[in-house]
């Protein structure tokens, strides 16, 4: 059993999902996915230890010996995504029973727990597969269940910014497709630790540099890593909120690990930063995102929207840093993953809330939330602050870190770079935080907040945040361990 | 190069195509068509990446020694499942924008949002 653990991280949301249709009652449906979300973390933790324990778990699928079979990999770089995606995915389940019931209408909420249970599934499964094909299949898994919880959105415009999200998304999945192909016509082989030995002798080669490209842009596209970031917005905003939780904070976490296990894992740090400029685009796409994308949060007239603009921005940040291609840049791009998808989806829980009580989320609405509905005030208000970087915030630590990694890099520009959109993150903070704390309430009270699991999870979140934002020195040695393994794998 | 090359020249002629289509339409469905189109070039690719001079298919004879390669075709069968769902997810959001809107062309779609936005 022990020793299957890889493999059930997988399996085990997977086959909730066509449980979840089988039993079609609401809240049957959702304890399907309360259960498999639960087993899932715990798996995530077993894998955590026997890592911690024992180095690097290999499991053959269907015990067909690497390089020959699928082989899935447990080490030092993905265990802390694997627990961050299932913690994340466990959130969702704890705070969706409230809120589907709110926004979902009943016939189809088990279709909705189902689709919940697949992305999870295809979530994981790119954080865990050590072959170069299966990231694209579950790619796709998650991709096309985020279609699908995106246009069950309340309002119409959740079905348009679905259908943009499936035409961007599916031009993504197919060039990473692409990208995979002509590895394979390269070296005969799609098992990554088969082809980070047999790539660096083909250096040079120009199919070679096409295929980074192609797998750089296409997991750029799910990243919404700026310039490719246009669907990003409207699908996070218009999705349902549980949706927008796991959307918000691990999706995009994902397609990030997905390319740094292609970059630096598979072609190797050598490729892309030194015979081809791929870093030094990254280092660029990085720091327009952050200024770009937290400007353009600065004037959102809706909280779930400046949200999603604030995530493309705050993506810049460990973009910036995986394009330093140094250990100190990877670990403080790793730190931020991290750090920035349990900031986000405590955000994206309390905006949830937000919308659950009031009926919307448009800034207007909000005028009062302080006095009004004071614990979720705090919670966004703690949220916004770990957004800018304030000192005991677990953003903090994370822009510490990449702000040393470019002291050491001498890199004074985009320092400056850095600090401004910290300034943006502040505006934009500030603006909601003034709406919240000094306009003068509505007469209406907000409507009773009959559920437990909702603010459950947005404090546990925020709670989490903060813990890491005064301690953080357990993280920061995970993710430079991850660094290395990332920089270090085959060679 | 070209001559020897033809099946990734055309490959890469069809990419583009359905690459342009899913841009220069406004039309979902089109859109859907063009998307497809761009799929399919990336299918051809790899299969005739498993194309092998003289081989025959895959399966094991004492009259043949020459195959091609059968492991490219499958990695593309999961791929057109994976292009055929994707069909289905779009064209179902295609519907279901047309009975939420009353068009399927994203432009008038985005035009009545904004009338409402205006109205509101």
Redesign the interface.
């Known amino acids: 059993m022990i020793a299957h653990l890889p493999v059930l991280q997988v399996v085990m949301p997977l086959l909730a999902a066509p449980l979840c249709v089988l039993v079609r009652r609401p809240t049957a449906a959702w304890a399907v996915f309360l259960a498999a979300a639960t087993l899932c973390f715990g798996c995530a933790l077993a894998l955590w230890a026997q890592v911690q324990a024992g180095g690097t778990l290999r499991y053959a699928i269907g015990n067909w010996p690497a390089p020959f079979g699928i082989e899935y990999v447990v080490d030092a770089a993905n265990v802390p995504l694997l627990v961050l995606v299932s913690l994340l995915g466990l959130a969702t389940a704890l705070f969706a029973r409230r809120s589907v019931q709110d926004e979902i209408e009943p016939a189809r909420s088990y279709l909705y727990y189902a689709c919940l249970c697949l992305y999870l599934s295809g979530l994981l499964g790119i954080a865990i597969t050590g072959d170069a094909f299966n990231v694209f299949v579950f790619l796709e898994i998650s991709s096309l269940s985020a279609y699908a919880l995106i246009a069950l959105g309340r309002r119409r415009q959740a079905l348009l910014a679905a259908f943009r999200y499936l035409v961007m998304g599916t031009v993504g999945g197919t060039f990473l497709l692409i990208g995979i192909g002509l590895m394979y016509a390269l070296t005969g082989t799609l098992n990554m630790a088969d082809l980070a030995e047999r790539i660096p002798a083909l250096y040079g080669n120009r199919a070679l540099s096409a295929a980074l490209g192609f797998i750089a842009v296409g997991l750029a596209i799910k990243a919404a890593v700026f310039p490719l970031h246009a669907w990003q917005p409207d699908a996070y905003s218009e999705a349902p909120s549980a949706a927008s939780l796991l959307l918000a904070g691990a999706g995009a976490k994902v397609a990030i690990y997905a390319f740094l296990r292609y970059a630096f894992g598979v072609f190797g740090a050598e490729l892309v930063s030194e015979r081809l400029p791929l870093a030094q685009i990254a280092l660029l796409a990085g720091i327009a995102a952050m200024l770009i994308g937290s400007a353009v949060a600065c004037f959102q007239t809706d909280l779930k929207r400046l949200l999603a603009w604030s995530s493309i921005g705050q993506v810049g940040y460990i973009v910036t840093g995986l394009g330093l291609a140094t250990r100190q840049g990877l670990a403080a791009a790793y730190l931020h993953l991290v750090n920035h998808g349990l900031i986000k989806a405590g955000l994206f829980a309390a905006a949830g809330i937000v919308l659950l009580r009031l009926g919307s989320v448009r800034l207007d609405a909000l005028a009062g939330l302080a006095q009004r509905m004071p614990w979720t005030f705090a919670a966004i208000l703690i949220g916004g602050l770990s957004l800018i970087g304030v000192p005991l915030s677990a953003g903090f630590v994370s822009k510490w870190a990449l702000a040393q990694a470019l002291v050491a890099g001498q890199h004074w520009w985009m320092l400056a770079a850095m600090l401004a959109s910290s300034l943006l993150a502040l505006v934009y903070v500030g603006r909601v935080v003034e709406v919240m704390w000094f306009r003068t309430p509505p007469a209406a009270a907000p409507a009773e907040l009959t559920s437990v699991g909702m603010p459950l999870t947005a404090w546990a979140l925020v709670l989490l945040t903060l813990a890491l934002g005064i301690d953080g020195s357990g993280l920061a040695r995970l993710a430079d361990a991850a660094a290395a393994t990332l920089l270090g794998a085959g060679r | 190069m070209i001559v020897t090359h033809y099946n990734y020249w055309i490959a890469m002629v069809l990419m583009m195509i359905g690459?342009y289509v899913?841009m220069s339409h406004a039309n979902?469905v089109k859109?859907l068509i063009g998307?497809n189109v761009?799929?399919v070039a990336?299918f051809l690719?790899?299969i005739s990446?498993g194309k092998i001079e003289n081989g025959t298919a895959p399966i094991l004879d004492a009259a043949f020694t020459t195959y091609s390669h059968p492991l490219?075709h499958v990695?593309i069968l999961?791929?057109i499942v994976?292009g055929v769902?994707?069909t289905a997810?779009?064209l179902a959001?295609?519907v279901?924008?047309h009975e939420?809107?009353g068009t399927i062309s994203?432009d008038e779609?985005?035009q009545r949002?904004q009338q409402e936005r205006d109205a509101a």
């Open positions: 690459l899913v979902l859109k998307l761009f799929q990336v690719l790899y990446l490219p990695l999961t791929a994976v769902a994707t997810v779009g959001l295609a279901r924008i939420a809107y994203e779609a985005l949002d």
